[in-house]
């Protein structure tokens, strides 16, 4: 399988999801645009970033960050917290600076691997991220408040208390410059508030400040499909996700995932999943 881009399930109004996976399932190199953060509880667990393979132990935290492909290799025995959050969570900060310093070159500076850490800052970063991961899984009364809290106490530590690199251009382990990394997440932003309308190709490379050649030109470069394939892929995403969570009426589901009609949408998720929407349906809940 090759690389592809992943559209992370998250809140709009919460962008951030705390998970567990078991190592003995394989994740094909793929990119997002969120932060995500690796904490291994148990086992080793084996990975690569940006082509670089790695190994992590039980107790260590990797920082893979927005943009860097990355992939999970067969790791039996092994379980990890996952924690990805969209840097827009951090919305107090106008999603761009905190102190003077963009949110992104943060994460940047940071040195991922928490084996180059001080043992003590590692500790302290596993334990919120312990946290996160048991409040977001209990959703108890208050439960976002304690978990924001958490993420900015953790953005405060990777700040002032985890060293940091200085990435060189031209040895920049991200596959994408940041330039292009946030252009496309512009073009992301756009189809995520428009997604439900229609939307041309010339809109959004107007709204990026491209020509429709040029930005035609970087899409299919950087994602390795058309601008039109991924605004389809990107409504088929959402309405899976509206399959699986609602008892929307299929009906309502084309409407509410962005489809021009029933019949498109009918289509083109068939010809995606190899089912109908609502048999897909079906073989997740039955007859519901």
Do not use: C
């Amino acid at each position: 399988m090759g690389l592809y881009l992943e559209f992370p399930a998250l809140d709009r109004d919460f962008p951030m999801r705390s998970f567990t996976n078991e190592g003995g399932v394989i994740v094909y190199p793929h990119w997002h645009k969120e932060i995500e953060l690796i904490y291994v509880t148990q086992g080793r667990l084996n990975l690569g970033v940006n082509d670089v393979p790695i190994q992590m132990a039980e107790g260590e935290i990797y920082v893979i960050n927005g943009g860097d492909v990355h992939y999970f290799l067969a790791s039996p025995n092994s379980e990890r917290i996952v924690l990805q959050f969209d840097l827009s969570v951090f919305q107090e900060f106008s999603l761009t600076e905190v102190e003077g310093k963009r949110l992104r070159d943060l994460f940047l500076e940071v040195v991922p691997a928490s084996n180059d850490w001080d043992a003590d800052v590692a500790k302290r970063v596993a334990g919120l991220l312990q946290v996160i991961h048991e409040e977001s899984f209990a959703r108890r009364e208050g439960y976002r408040y304690v978990v924001k809290a958490k993420l900015y106490e953790m953005l405060a530590v990777l700040d002032r208390e985890v060293p940091k690199q200085v990435r060189d251009v031209a040895e920049d382990m991200t596959s994408k410059s940041q330039d292009t990394l946030e252009k496309l997440q512009q073009i992301f932003a756009y189809v995520e508030d428009h997604y439900q309308e229609t939307i041309t190709l010339q809109q959004v490379a107007d709204h990026v400040g491209f020509s429709s050649y040029y930005f035609t030109k970087l899409f299919k470069r950087n994602m390795g499909i058309t601008f039109m394939t991924f605004v389809n892929d990107y409504r088929l995403s959402k309405a899976k996700w509206i399959l699986l969570n609602e008892e929307t009426p299929v009906t309502e589901v084309a409407e509410l995932a962005g489809f021009s009609s029933v019949k498109t949408f009918h289509h083109a998720f068939k010809r995606a999943m190899g089912v109908s929407p609502l048999k897909y349906r079906r073989t997740i809940f039955g007859n519901k």
